[in-house]
């Protein structure tokens, strides 16, 4: 999982209009090490995991440069109100993330199924309306994220109907 999470914070940030060469030189480096594991055999043999050690590294690097995305905030909310581990929430999130990220969801549901990997779903689909409402507040004070990946006008894109819409993807 913490594999995937650095391949989602590298997507997000070339995604994003804070881009800059720095983060786009790690996120590219940190993208192709988790492509090389997990299109590969044996995601977890050792020297993999010693790349995706790298990989996660350089991911961190990449964001602290620039942004995250839209799938950060709405992991955020899935930690905050739910309790899930980040790594995990974001696997969960990219459930829902094909508007967004349409050809890299792919690749991401291709690297999952080579490897085998659950990612677990139907977390979302039977929540109280206060619970939809904490997700929604979770997920949309992140701000700078949302505005990387989707402008300055992002309430307009992520309205609360739509953004509950979303998590019941999930």
Request: proline share 2%.
């Amino acid at each position: 999982y913490t594999g995937m999470d650095a391949y989602i914070h590298c997507i997000e940030a070339l995604g994003g209009s804070y881009r800059n060469a720095i983060g786009d030189a790690f996120s590219g480096q940190t993208i192709h090490l988790c492509r090389d594991v997990f299109t590969g055999e044996e995601m977890m043999a050792d020297d993999n995991r010693s790349k995706m050690m790298v990989a996660s590294y350089l991911g961190g690097c990449a964001i602290a440069t620039s942004y995250v995305g839209v799938v950060h905030p709405f992991s955020a909310g899935l930690s905050v109100v739910l309790g899930t581990h980040h790594c995990i929430a974001n696997c969960i999130t990219m459930r829902a993330m094909e508007e967004f990220y349409p050809e890299e969801f792919d690749e991401f549901w291709q690297m999952v199924g080579k490897q085998g990997v659950e990612i677990p779903k139907g977390i979302c689909s039977d929540l109280s309306d206060e619970q939809y409402e904490q997700l929604y507040a979770s997920a949309i004070i992140h701000e700078k994220p949302l505005t990387n990946a989707l402008g300055d006008n992002f309430k307009k894109v992520l309205t609360k109907e739509k953004v509950i819409e979303i998590f019941k993807r999930m």
